[in-house]
């Protein structure tokens, strides 16, 4: 009991009464409790690709003989492991690192623009760069040149990688 002036109270009474749900309270926790959920199998799905990508690519590195296989696994190093093992100079790596070093210059009013055409120019780069890869790896392992192509659908990257890593097709 909590006493106030002349007037006596209980606790739930000043705390108000919780044991009735209003419909914004349990919108609310519904609404919480499915975003965890897309979240939880938004993070269980990126790793899981991951780790598909990963394994294809030192599949596919270790087919072709390279010895640093196990740079698949590693964020940068399977970039670099991709370039190498489809002929092209491994040292475009680098234009996948100038976005993520250019990103904090963007809070900066003066250069925001100037980051922004970079970074978009560095994105199409990517792009061609890694399709020109995904063609020459399929070249290499036997397949018709133009299935690199299918690359630039995000679907189809992971077919493809799966194609070229335990294809019947290949060498």
């Known amino acids: 009991m909590i006493q106030v002036g002349e007037m006596t109270r209980t606790v739930p009474e000043v705390m108000g009464a919780y044991d009735v749900v209003t419909p914004s309270a349990l919108f ?3 609404s919480f409790l499915m975003l965890f959920f ?3 199998f ?3 799905l990126l790793v899981g690709l991951y780790v598909y990508s990963a394994l294809a690519l030192q ?3 270790k087919g072709m003989g390279h010895d640093y296989s196990w740079f698949a696994w590693i ?11 489809s002929d092209l100079n491994p040292f475009f790596v680098l234009l996948f690192i100038v976005p993520i070093l250019l990103t904090p210059f963007s809070a900066i009013p003066i250069l925001s623009f100037f980051v922004l055409i970079t970074n978009g120019s560095a994105a199409i780069a990517m792009i061609a760069i890694t399709t020109i890869a995904y063609m020459n790896l399929c070249e290499k392992r036997g397949l018709d040149k133009m299935l690199g ?4 659908i995000s679907i189809g990257k992971l077919i493809l990688l799966g194609i070229l890593a335990w294809g019947k097709g290949k060498k």
């Open 38 to 40: 897309v979240f939880l």
């Open 75 to 85: 964020p940068f190093l399977n970039i670099y492991l991709l370039l190498d093992i």
């Open 149 to 152: 192509l299918v690359s630039l």
């Open 28 to 30: 609310a926790g519904v």
């Open 59 to 61: 599949t596919i590195a």
């Open 42 to 44: 938004s993070i269980v």
